[in-house]
């Protein structure tokens, strides 16, 4: 069984009010992850599987969970560089041990 985790306040850090957002499911495989199907916090309760996700003021994500009956299935918590870009990624699947992604700068094509 997953452990219920919370969303932590990421943006607290950096004096930004972060935003909570819900969508129905994700498509792609890029990080960080393109969320669709916003979904209205009154419609939750009637709903069992739904992405909750957390923004800075840049509308940046900074994490999201996946929640399957209450509990947290799926965590991702993302890390920006001063330019912006993502660069690191923490991932937690269920009870096992959080994975961390480094991402590289992507290089300019010449």
Do not use: W
Not at 59 to 72: A, H, N, S, T
């Amino acid at each position: 069984m997953a452990t219920h985790h919370h969303l932590e306040p990421e943006a607290a850090a950096t004096g930004a009010a972060a935003r909570e957002r819900y969508f129905l499911t994700y498509r792609g495989t890029r990080l960080p992850l393109q969320l669709t199907e916003e979904l209205p916090a009154d419609a939750l309760g009637h709903r069992n599987t739904y992405f909750r996700a957390r923004y800075d003021a840049q509308d940046r994500m900074l994490c999201c969970e996946k929640l399957v009956y209450g509990e947290v299935e799926l965590s991702h918590r993302y890390e920006y560089d001063a330019a912006g870009r993502l660069h690191c990624a923490v991932i937690t699947v269920g009870d096992d041990e959080p994975r961390t992604l480094h991402l590289a700068p992507r290089q300019a094509v010449p």
